[in-house]
């Protein structure tokens, strides 16, 4: 009889267990037999992160070949007048503006032994390089949509802060005010009008930018109260809508309520934002910088720029828009 490897397997742990109950403590007590049965050590890297790399993965890429780039913008446009005879018409033209990448160096610093690269060298850079990416990524997000311009953000100011410093706390422009200041108290019609406030040029690529928790305690619950969820919609994995559109998740957008908090953008982030790439992520290693205490430092540096240059006004809205809390 041939036995399926699954079964094999299984069959065979069952025959150790029952004849030999004490394998695990022979194959770790050197002082018998069972040091010949050495302990099964697996490769495996079990990592519990968060995923991040919403902002680049949806803001307008655009390399950049020197510290700075500027492109254009349209800011106006033209006017059209009645015509008649003998009558000259009104001039127009078209206005331009410039947009400005500027280019900042981001880096990480660890530093791992020199005995420890020696004897598990593959494992050590994947671990490196995995966590590099990783922290890049989240401040990317956080620079993207929380940044204030200050050191914490490196410099950058992100979306939420841009439309906070335009439109203020109150309805109008790029934001719509909720019906309250606790997630329980905002509404469909609230998200209603967060769609419909958005110009119809960011129509095609709009999508909803929340955190895990906002789409699952706030959306999902109004999209539950609207009725038409049937069973298996609730027993099913669930895919990521809301309005039409699709939810992006990102754990550095608010997760907790709070006052006059943007607690949910939605639009087109690639009209609204660039992120500039003068030199993508490299880890580089040396063993000379911490030579007498034997270690080897891992830098992991990259230049970027990200420019939120796109979000109205306070009176007109521009490409990307926001839900705002009550303030109390």
């Given at each position: 009889?041939?036995?399926?490897?699954?079964?094999?397997?299984?069959?065979?742990?069952?025959?150790?267990?029952?004849?030999?109950?004490?394998?695990?403590?022979?194959?770790?007590?050197?002082?018998?037999?069972?040091?010949?049965?050495?302990?099964?050590?697996?490769?495996?890297?079990?990592?519990?992160?968060?995923?991040?790399?919403?902002?680049?993965?949806?803001?307008?890429?655009?390399?950049?070949?020197?510290?700075?780039?500027?492109?254009?913008?349209?800011?106006?446009?033209?006017?059209?007048?009645?015509?008649?005879?003998?009558?000259?018409?009104?001039?127009?033209?078209?206005?331009?503006?410039?947009?400005?990448?500027?280019?900042r160096e981001l880096g990480t610093l660890t530093y791992a032994p020199r005995t420890l690269e020696e004897d598990s060298a593959?494992?050590?850079?994947?671990?490196?390089?995995?966590d590099v990416a990783q922290a890049f990524a989240e401040s990317m997000d956080d620079d993207g949509f929380n940044g204030d311009a200050s050191a914490t953000y490196h410099g950058f100011t992100g979306v939420r802060t841009r439309l906070a410093t335009v439109n203020g706390v109150n309805d109008g422009g790029g934001l719509v005010l909720g019906s309250g200041n606790l997630y329980s108290e905002l509404t469909l019609a609230d998200h209603e009008k967060v769609m419909g406030s958005l110009p119809t040029y960011a129509a095609a690529d709009a999508k909803w930018y929340v955190s895990r928790n906002y789409f699952f305690t706030v959306m999902v619950r109004l999209m539950q109260a609207a009725g038409g969820v049937t069973s298996g919609e609730i027993e099913g994995k669930r895919q990521l809508?809301?309005?039409?559109?699709?939810?992006?998740?990102?754990?550095?957008?608010?997760?907790?309520?709070?006052?006059?908090?943007?607690?949910?953008?939605?639009?087109?982030?690639?009209?609204?934002?660039?992120?500039?790439?003068?030199?993508?992520?490299?880890?580089?290693?040396?063993?000379?910088?911490?030579?007498?205490?034997?270690?080897?430092?891992?830098?992991?540096?990259?230049?970027?720029?990200?420019?939120v240059h796109d979000v109205g006004t306070a009176t007109e809205a521009g490409p990307i828009v926001g839900l705002i809390t009550a303030a109390s």
């Open positions: 009889m041939i036995w399926p490897a699954a079964a094999l397997a299984s069959r065979c742990a069952e025959a150790l267990k029952s004849d030999y109950p004490d394998i695990q403590k022979r194959a770790m007590d050197s002082a018998t037999d069972g040091a010949l049965i050495p302990p099964e050590f697996s490769a495996r890297l079990h990592r519990l992160v968060e995923q991040f790399g919403a902002f680049e993965s949806n803001a307008f890429a655009m390399p950049m070949n020197s510290e700075s780039t500027t492109f254009m913008r349209r800011t106006g446009g033209l006017t059209v007048f009645t015509l008649g005879e003998n009558v000259a018409g009104d001039e127009s033209k078209p206005t331009h503006g410039n947009i400005t990448l500027t280019a593959a494992i050590l850079g994947e671990i490196i390089a995995l809508m809301f309005g039409g559109d699709p939810v992006v998740i990102c754990q550095k957008l608010p997760r907790t309520e709070a006052n006059s908090q943007i607690c949910a953008l939605y639009g087109s982030l690639r009209q609204a934002a660039t992120v500039g790439s003068r030199r993508m992520v490299q880890v580089e290693s040396s063993k000379d910088y911490k030579f007498a205490s034997r270690q080897i430092t891992y830098l992991g540096h990259r230049r970027v720029a990200i420019n």
